[in-house]
């Protein structure tokens, strides 16, 4: 069973795959959709297309995305949103089921604290990948995303109320047009 996991972004978003067929996590691939536009229409478009390209080449059964956070910068927060809601709607269309994680249950499945840095997130995925490189920052955090949902399917992390401090990952409903 392949799991993608996405770190979004709207200048650049993170994405992590892994096989999660056997015991143990197996890494598949890793890497960042790199958003050359500046038009914010174009960067969602590069967005999906990104999302849709990897969809495409390595076919996951569950997608898993991390939940928007309120920043200092509200315009931030918002186009990070929208690279959210872009992901998810591509997700979506493919028919792929979305799970979300918050950021610090993302950073305590991997590093067993909330607060961890970005620096703590890319050794420990290194470490329980057994990766020979450390992955980018933005790839790190994909693949922590879609580690924290292999740990939510097997039981792992703790679950709790949709959207909570301790929550699990929900699955959106599946909605089909017409």
Excluded at 69 to 87: E, I, P, V, W
Excluded at 94 to 107: A, C, D
Aim: include cysteine; proline fraction near 3%.
């Amino acid at each position: 069973m392949i799991v993608l996991g996405i770190d979004p972004g709207s200048r650049i978003t993170g994405y992590g795959v892994l096989d999660l067929s056997s015991t143990r996590p197996r890494y598949i691939a890793s890497g960042c959709i790199r958003i050359k536009a500046d038009d914010l229409a174009q960067k969602l478009a590069q967005v999906y297309a990104g999302v849709a390209e990897l969809i495409a080449m390595y076919r996951p059964a569950e997608f898993a995305i991390e939940q928007v956070f309120m920043a200092r910068n509200a315009d931030s927060a918002l186009k990070l949103g929208q690279a959210r809601g872009t992901a998810i709607v591509c997700a979506a269309n493919h028919g792929i089921s979305v799970f979300e994680y918050g950021p610090r249950q993302v950073k305590q499945a991997v590093t067993g604290t909330g607060a961890a840095d970005k620096t703590q997130v890319q050794h420990m995925i290194t470490a329980i990948l057994a990766l020979s490189a450390t992955p980018q920052a933005d790839a790190a955090d994909a693949l922590a995303i879609a580690l924290t949902h292999s740990h939510a399917r097997s039981g792992l992390v703790q679950q709790g109320s949709y959207g909570g401090r301790r929550g699990r990952g929900q699955r959106w409903r599946d909605y089909r047009p017409g």
